[in-house]
Nanobody, 118 residues
Protein backbone atom coordinates (compact mmCIF):
# COMPACT_ATOMS: atom_id res chain seq x y z
CA UNK A 1 0.00 0.00 0.00
CA UNK A 2 1.47 3.33 -1.09
CA UNK A 3 1.39 5.98 1.61
CA UNK A 4 2.60 9.51 2.18
CA UNK A 5 2.67 10.54 5.83
CA UNK A 6 3.18 14.13 6.89
CA UNK A 7 4.58 15.35 10.19
CA UNK A 8 5.82 18.58 11.74
CA UNK A 9 2.70 20.69 11.73
CA UNK A 10 1.62 22.70 14.74
CA UNK A 11 0.97 26.13 16.20
CA UNK A 12 3.52 28.91 15.75
CA UNK A 13 3.53 32.68 16.15
CA UNK A 14 3.80 34.96 13.15
CA UNK A 15 7.41 35.32 12.09
CA UNK A 16 8.28 31.87 13.34
CA UNK A 17 9.35 28.72 11.50
CA UNK A 18 8.17 25.17 11.03
CA UNK A 19 9.57 22.23 9.10
CA UNK A 20 7.16 19.77 7.56
CA UNK A 21 8.32 16.30 6.65
CA UNK A 22 6.78 13.73 4.33
CA UNK A 23 7.70 10.06 4.45
CA UNK A 24 6.79 7.83 1.56
CA UNK A 25 6.27 4.08 1.81
CA UNK A 26 5.02 1.23 -0.32
CA UNK A 27 7.12 2.19 -3.31
CA UNK A 28 10.16 4.24 -4.25
CA UNK A 29 9.45 7.83 -5.26
CA UNK A 30 12.85 8.31 -6.81
CA UNK A 31 11.36 8.87 -10.27
CA UNK A 32 8.49 11.00 -8.96
CA UNK A 33 8.14 14.67 -8.38
CA UNK A 34 7.13 15.50 -4.82
CA UNK A 35 5.39 18.53 -3.48
CA UNK A 36 3.09 20.24 -1.04
CA UNK A 37 -0.41 21.65 -1.33
CA UNK A 38 -2.42 23.46 1.29
CA UNK A 39 -6.06 24.20 1.99
CA UNK A 40 -7.27 26.93 4.30
CA UNK A 41 -10.82 26.96 5.73
CA UNK A 42 -13.30 28.08 3.11
CA UNK A 43 -10.68 28.21 0.37
CA UNK A 44 -9.67 25.97 -2.48
CA UNK A 45 -6.68 23.71 -2.23
CA UNK A 46 -3.59 25.37 -3.71
CA UNK A 47 -0.16 24.27 -4.84
CA UNK A 48 2.61 25.47 -2.52
CA UNK A 49 5.86 23.91 -3.69
CA UNK A 50 7.20 21.10 -5.83
CA UNK A 51 10.52 19.46 -6.63
CA UNK A 52 11.48 17.10 -9.43
CA UNK A 53 13.09 13.72 -8.72
CA UNK A 54 16.64 15.01 -9.16
CA UNK A 55 16.06 18.08 -7.02
CA UNK A 56 17.27 20.22 -9.89
CA UNK A 57 14.00 22.02 -10.48
CA UNK A 58 11.73 23.52 -7.86
CA UNK A 59 8.53 25.50 -8.15
CA UNK A 60 6.77 27.72 -5.60
CA UNK A 61 3.56 29.59 -5.03
CA UNK A 62 4.41 33.28 -5.46
CA UNK A 63 3.33 34.19 -1.94
CA UNK A 64 5.81 31.76 -0.35
CA UNK A 65 8.86 32.45 -2.53
CA UNK A 66 11.83 33.45 -0.41
CA UNK A 67 10.20 32.07 2.74
CA UNK A 68 9.63 28.39 2.01
CA UNK A 69 12.17 25.86 0.77
CA UNK A 70 11.39 22.37 -0.47
CA UNK A 71 13.96 19.59 -0.40
CA UNK A 72 14.04 15.82 -0.79
CA UNK A 73 16.14 12.81 0.15
CA UNK A 74 15.64 10.02 -2.38
CA UNK A 75 17.57 7.53 -0.27
CA UNK A 76 15.08 8.04 2.57
CA UNK A 77 12.01 8.49 0.37
CA UNK A 78 11.28 11.80 2.09
CA UNK A 79 10.48 15.39 1.18
CA UNK A 80 10.60 18.37 3.53
CA UNK A 81 9.19 21.86 3.49
CA UNK A 82 11.06 24.44 5.53
CA UNK A 83 8.76 27.35 6.28
CA UNK A 84 10.24 30.59 7.62
CA UNK A 85 8.76 34.01 8.35
CA UNK A 86 5.33 32.45 8.69
CA UNK A 87 2.26 34.62 8.38
CA UNK A 88 -1.30 34.09 9.64
CA UNK A 89 -2.39 33.62 6.02
CA UNK A 90 -0.18 30.52 5.85
CA UNK A 91 -2.61 28.80 8.22
CA UNK A 92 -3.94 25.70 6.47
CA UNK A 93 -3.85 21.94 6.27
CA UNK A 94 -0.72 21.01 4.34
CA UNK A 95 -0.69 17.93 2.12
CA UNK A 96 2.28 16.03 0.77
CA UNK A 97 1.95 14.84 -2.82
CA UNK A 98 3.88 12.72 -5.30
CA UNK A 99 3.44 12.46 -9.03
CA UNK A 100 5.06 11.83 -12.37
CA UNK A 101 5.42 15.55 -13.12
CA UNK A 102 5.02 18.84 -11.31
CA UNK A 103 1.53 19.09 -12.79
CA UNK A 104 0.24 15.56 -12.28
CA UNK A 105 -0.11 14.30 -8.72
CA UNK A 106 -0.90 10.63 -8.19
CA UNK A 107 -0.53 10.23 -4.43
CA UNK A 108 -1.73 12.38 -1.53
CA UNK A 109 -1.06 12.31 2.17
CA UNK A 110 -3.69 12.83 4.86
CA UNK A 111 -2.49 16.31 5.74
CA UNK A 112 -1.02 18.12 8.73
CA UNK A 113 -2.40 21.28 10.32
CA UNK A 114 -0.31 24.43 10.41
CA UNK A 115 -1.66 27.33 12.45
CA UNK A 116 0.07 30.71 12.56
CA UNK A 117 -1.13 33.08 15.25
CA UNK A 118 -0.86 36.86 14.93
Amino acid sequence: QVQLVESGGGLVQAGGSLRLSCAGSGRSFINYAMGWFRQAPGKEREFVAGIVWSGGITRYLDSVKGRFTISRDNAKNTADLQMNSLKPEDTAVYYCVAGRTLSNWDYWGQGTQVTVSS
